[in-house]
C-alpha cells in the first residue's frame, strides 16, 4: 500500500483532489463540511491502475492548523505538494515544503491543481523550483483539475511510479505505530489509527503504550476499514485495544513492540536550515504524530541537547522538526544523535560533547557507539536503534575491543598487586576488582580472567600462585588476619585447629608456597624472614636473641627457628658470642 500525505496552502484544492481520486470525503467533521475547510486529518483510498492501493493522509493547510498537518506528515514516506495554478506559491505552501524538508521526506509528487481556473505554467515553475532545492529534489509533476477531472489519469499513474520508487518497507522490523486518532466503538473498546511504517501487527499481539509503557494486547484489526487478521507495512491501519480507556491515549502516543524501545526525554540533535545559537530556548518538537514542548541546549554550531518535556519512544536517525509554536514557523529540521546521552555535569562536558556530535551523522552503528560507550548493554543498543551484530563478551554485556583490552590489562596488575599485599589471601575477590575497574556487572570481571589468570571460588588468582582447596584458602584468609597485626607471632595449636588448619591442610599450603614452616607447627608468611631482615637492621648491631625477639614482638618458640632460618639464608651471620649481625 501508497501511503501519502497531502501538503499545501488553505485552499488550494488538497481535499478535494483526494475527493476526486477515491469518492470518500476526507473531510470527516460537520464543522469541516460546513466552513468548506479541513481542520483534522481526513483519510481516503482507492485503487491505483497497478491494482495496488493508495491512501490518503489529508492535511489541512489552514495555518492555525499546522501542527495537525504534522501530526499527519510525521509518519509518512511520501507527500503530495498541491498547489493551485490560481493562487500560486503561498504562505503554507512554502511552511508545508519547510516541515517536509526537515523532516527528510524525500519521495512525493507535485500536483498544481484548479487548472481549468488559471494557466498553471508560472506556479509550476515556481513550485518545482521551491521543490527542488528540499529534500523531495525534483519530483514529478502533474496539472490536474478536480472540478473537470482533467489530468487525475495522469495523476493515478505518476502515483503508481512514485510506489515503485519507495523503499520496500521492513516486516520483520519492531513496530512503532504513532497514533493519528483515537476513538471508541460500542462494544469493541479503544481504537486507534495510525500509519505503519515497519513491523507487521497480529490480532491477538502484546504491544506497550508509549506514553504509560503498559501492555496492550490488539482485540481486532482493520485495514482501511476492512477487518484482518494480520496487518503488512505499510498500511493505514485501525487496531482494536483491550484493557485500556479511551482517556488513556491518545495523538502522540505510540503503540510498540514490547523492548525496543526506551521512551526518553533527552536528546542530543543536530540541526539543519537554523543557526542553532539562534533558537528560541523552548520549542515544539514535532516527531511522529507527537508534539512536545522541549528546552534547547546548544552545544555546537549545529548540534543541541533537547530536554523533552515527556518521553517520547525515540531512535537514533529518527527526523523530526522544531516549531515555534507562538510565531508559527518551523526553526528547524532534527536528527536524532543520541537517544541516551551522557551527563553535562563537569565543566568543559558541553564543549566536548559538542566535538562528539560533530562525528556523528544519525546513522546508528554499532562500532562507534562502543567505542564511545566502552561498555553497553545489548538491550539498550536495540532499543537506541543500533543494530547489534557481534557476540557479547559476557551477559548482555557489549565491549569495544580496546577498551576491553585496557580492562583486561589493568585486571592483571590489580591481581598481582592484591597479591603482593594479600600473599596470603588465596586471590582477589571479584566484587573488590569490579569496584576497582568501576564495572558494572561482576560478570565482566569473570569474563575478564584469562589464562595465566585463574577463576578459583569467586576469586581471580594470581599466575604463580598455587591453587589451594577451598577450604584451605578460607582457613588461610582468616590466618592471614591475626599475622596483619603480629607478623611474627605464630599462630597457635588452638587457633589453627579454630581455623580448621589442620595437618593436612597445613601441609598443602606449605606446598603452596602459601606457608612458611619454620618448625613443626609454627608457621610464618613466605614474607616474613625478608620483613625481619628489615626489623633487625634498625637494631645496634650485633644483637642479642632476645633483642631480636622483642623488636620483633614475637616469643622463644619463633624467634629461634627464624633466626636460624636467617643464619641458614646468609641473610644474618652468628658471631661465636651467639650474636648476631645483619650481613649487608
Ligand atoms: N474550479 C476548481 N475548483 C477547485 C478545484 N479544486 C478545488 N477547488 C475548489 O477550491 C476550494 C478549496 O478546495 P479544498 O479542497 O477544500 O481545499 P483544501 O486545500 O483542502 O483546503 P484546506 O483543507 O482548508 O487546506 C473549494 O471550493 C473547491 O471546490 C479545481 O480543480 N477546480
Ligand atoms: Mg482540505
Not at 440 to 449: G, N
Request: glycine share 10%; net charge positive; aromatic share 2%.
Amino acid at each position: 500500500m501508497l501511503v501519502v500525505a497531502t501538503a499545501g496552502h488553505v485552499d488550494h484544492g488538497k481535499s478535494t483532489l483526494v475527493r476526486a481520486l477515491t469518492g470518500m470525503e476526507p473531510d470527516r467533521w460537520a464543522e469541516e463540511r460546513r466552513r468548506g475547510m479541513t481542520i483534522d486529518l481526513g483519510f481516503a483510498w482507492t485503487s491505483l491502475p497497478s491494482g495496488r492501493t493508495v491512501a490518503f493522509v489529508d492535511v489541512p493547510g489552514h495555518e492555525r492548523f499546522v501542527p495537525n498537518m504534522l501530526a499527519g506528515v510525521g509518519p509518512v514516506p511520501a507527500a503530495v505538494v498541491v498547489v493551485a495554478a490560481d493562487a500560486g506559491w503561498m504562505p503554507q505552501s512554502a511552511e508545508h515544503l519547510a516541515a517536509l524538508d526537515a523532516l527528510g521526506v524525500g519521495y512525493g509528487l507535485l500536483v498544481v491543481t484548479r487548472a481549468d481556473l488559471a494557466d498553471p505554467a508560472a506556479t509550476l515553475a515556481r513550485a518545482r523550483s521551491e521543490l527542488a532545492a528540499t529534500s523531495l529534489g525534483e519530483v514529478e509533476t502533474v496539472t490536474v483539475s478536480a472540478a473537470t477531472g482533467a489530468g487525475l489519469p495522469d495523476l493515478r499513474a505518476a502515483l503508481d511510479r512514485l510506489a515503485d520508487r519507495l523503499p520496500a518497507p521492513v516486516p520483520d522490523g519492531p513496530v512503532r505505530l504513532w497514533v493519528d486518532r483515537c476513538f471508541t466503538v460500542r462494544g469493541s473498546g479503544t481504537v486507534v489509527t495510525g500509519t505503519l511504517g515497519a513491523g507487521r501487527l497480529r490480532v491477538g499481539d502484546e504491544l506497550e503504550l508509549a506514553g504509560a509503557g503498559e501492555p496492550v494486547r490488539i482485540r481486532g484489526l482493520h485495514r482501511l476499514g476492512a477487518a484482518c487478521d494480520e496487518a503488512m507495512p505499510v498500511a493505514r491501519v485501525a487496531v482494536n485495544l483491550r484493557g485500556v480507556a479511551r482517556d488513556r491515549i491518545g495523538r502522540g502516543d505510540a503503540l510498540l513492540t514490547p523492548g525496543r524501545f526506551q521512551p526518553t526525554d533527552l536528546v542530543d540533535v543536530r540541526l539543519a536550515g537554523v543557526a542553532v545559537a539562534e533558537l528560541p530556548v523552548t520549542l515544539t518538537l514535532h516527531v511522529g504524530s507527537a508534539a512536545v514542548p522541549v528546552r534547547v541546549r546548544p552545544l555546537g554550531g549545529d548540534t543541541a541537547r533537547l530536554r523533552l518535556s515527556r518521553p517520547l519512544p525515540l531512535l537514533i536517525g529518527d527526523r523530526a522538526l522544531l516549531r515555534d509554536p507562538g510565531r508559527r514557523y518551523v526553526a528547524g529540521g532534527v536528527t536524532v544523535l543520541d537517544v541516551r546521552p551522557p551527563p553535562l555535569a563537569r565543566r568543559g562536558a558541553a564543549a566536548a560533547r559538542a566535538v562528539v556530535l560533530a562525528t556523528l551523522d544519525g546513522r546508528p552503528e554499532l562500532a562507534g557507539e562502543l567505542s564511545r560507550r566502552g561498555l553497553a548493554r545489548v538491550g539498550d543498543l536495540v532499543r537506541a536503534g543500533v543494530p547489534v551484530t557481534v557476540v557479547p563478551v559476557a551477559g548482555d554485556w557489549l565491549a569495544d575491543p580496546q577498551h576491553w583490552r585496557g580492562l583486561g590489562d589493568r585486571l592483571a596488575v590489580a591481581v598481582a598487586e592484591h597479591a603482593r599485599t594479600h600473599p596470603l589471601a588465596p586471590g582477589a575477590p571479584v566484587e573488590q576488582l569490579r569496584r576497582h575497574l568501576d564495572l558494572p556487572d561482576r560478570s565482566l570481571v569473570e569474563a575478564l580472567v584469562k589464562p595465566p589468570l585463574r577463576l578459583v571460588a569467586g576469586r581471580v588468582v594470581a599466575p604463580g600462585a598455587a591453587s589451594l582447596p577451598e577450604p584451605v584458602a578460607r582457613a588461610l584468609a582468616l590466618v592471614s588476619e591475626d599475622y596483619a597485626a603480629h607478623p611474627f607471632r605464630a599462630p597457635d595449636a588452638d587457633r589453627l585447629a579454630a581455623v580448621g588448619l589442620g595437618t593436612r591442610e597445613i601441609g598443602a599450603a606449605v606446598r603452596a608456597g602459601a606457608l612458611l614452616r619454620l618448625t613443626g607447627n609454627v608457621l610464618l608468611l613466605p614474607g616474613a624472614p625478608q620483613q625481619a631482615v628489615r626489623v633487625l637492621t634498625g637494631l645496634p648491631q650485633p644483637f642479642t636473641l632476645s633483642a631480636a625477639r622483642q623488636a620483633l614482638d614475637t616469643t622463644r618458640r619463633v624467634a629461634v627457628p627464624l633466626l636460624e632460618l636467617l643464619d641458614q639464608r646468609g641473610l644474618t651471620r652468628r658471631l661465636p658470642d651467639d650474636a648476631r649481625v645483619v650481613v649487608d
